[in-house]
């Protein structure tokens, strides 16, 4: 077999075929505008004849940079997540940037090798959903100077630029909007411990049933950990999770996301509950805002103008173009969107248990 058929095409070849010297190669697959239209079209041609591919490391070394974004993420099977992935790549590459993206599917220490091959790519910034506290890739990630927005999240003893919703102030309209309805006995579906959301959240709650004097021992808890300790719970696990739900001592449900949610409404239709006539059900994400096949579900997300994507790219691109710039924190305001699965308190349901 003859080795030149697996030979990446170069420079030097498309110079050869066309008649170019390298460097007015280089600079028309640039588009050097002081080069003449002819000539870019021309040596265009030639290198997409040889099936040329530009060498993006090779490139960076002499230029400085790659425009290549690199977006790490733990758990991209979520729709959350990979939600807000999609909207950052369209609008980075409306300013010319591209994304690679590295899913660690929650893989112990698999976020920080990540990081580590983003810096050797030489990428020009990072996006980052971290699930624990990285501080020593972040604090590496810095001293590199490479521009690192985190989102969802923040880690409070890194500094850094991060985008997240209010999840405190979401925890508390949860409570908040089912006290209204007459709910005061609760099941709560938390989410990781180790997860800053999942402590906002709970926060928010806890204070505005607080408020209304709703005692600690009316809101009954699933224990994550128990559930989802390993990164792909299995049917028995599953199982395990659907019984956790009985018996039914509560007239509403909080979901720490969507997903949680959208399986505890199965696990209680199934058993012949109604929602909302008998279990009211609120929750986090607000997944049906882009995906309109999943079933109605009252929901909290953040209502700005600009998303979590749009601020995320903002702060990046600010970032690239003025490295000394103070770091960005943008925390969100959330509202409820009405997916009607919440309603006022079933007093009879409520004095069957």
Not at 228 to 247: A, I, N, Q, W
Not at 315 to 340: E, M, Q, R
């Amino acid at each position: 077999m003859n080795s030149q058929q697996h030979k990446r095409i170069t420079l030097k070849d498309i110079s050869e075929q066309c008649g170019y010297s390298v460097n007015t190669v280089s600079r028309a697959l640039r588009d050097d505008p002081r080069l003449p239209e002819a000539t870019i079209s021309r040596i265009k041609q030639v290198a997409d004849e040889l099936g040329y591919m530009k060498n993006i490391i090779a490139s960076s070394m002499r230029s400085g940079h790659t425009n290549l974004i690199a977006v790490i993420v733990d758990d991209i099977q979520n729709p959350h997540y990979s939600d807000i992935i999609s909207q950052i790549s369209i609008k980075l590459r409306k300013y010319g940037y591209h994304t690679l993206i590295l899913a660690s599917y929650i893989e112990k220490n698999y976020a920080d090798y990540s990081l580590s091959l983003a810096l050797s790519y030489n990428v020009s910034g990072i996006v980052f959903f971290p699930r624990n506290y990285n501080k020593n890739a972040i604090n590496l990630i810095n001293q590199n100077k490479i521009p690192l927005v985190l989102i969802d999240r923040e880690i409070p003893e890194c500094q850094t630029d991060f985008v997240r919703c209010d999840d405190y102030q979401g925890g508390y309209l949860a409570g908040k909007h089912l006290l209204e309805l007459g709910h005061r006995r609760f099941l709560y579906l938390p989410g990781p411990k180790y997860n800053l959301s999942q402590t906002r959240r709970y926060a928010g709650i806890m204070d505005a049933l607080s408020e209304a004097n709703v005692p600690v021992s009316n809101v009954r808890q699933i224990d994550y950990h128990t559930v989802f300790g390993s990164p792909v719970p299995s049917t028995s696990s599953y199982k395990s999770y659907e019984e956790l739900f009985f018996p039914v001592d509560y007239t509403a449900v909080i979901g720490f996301n969507d997903l949680q949610s959208y399986s505890a409404m199965e696990i209680l239709k199934e058993r012949g509950y109604r929602i909302p006539e008998d279990i009211s059900l609120i929750s986090f994400d607000h997944l049906r805002k882009t995906h309109t096949y999943l079933p109605p579900l009252t929901s909290i997300a953040d209502n700005t103008d600009k998303s979590i994507a749009d601020t995320a790219v903002s702060i990046l691109l600010d970032k690239i173009k003025n490295s000394d710039s103070k770091f960005t924190g943008a925390v969100l305001p959330v509202t409820i969107y009405d997916g009607h699965t919440t309603g006022p308190v079933n007093k009879a349901f409520e004095t069957s248990f």
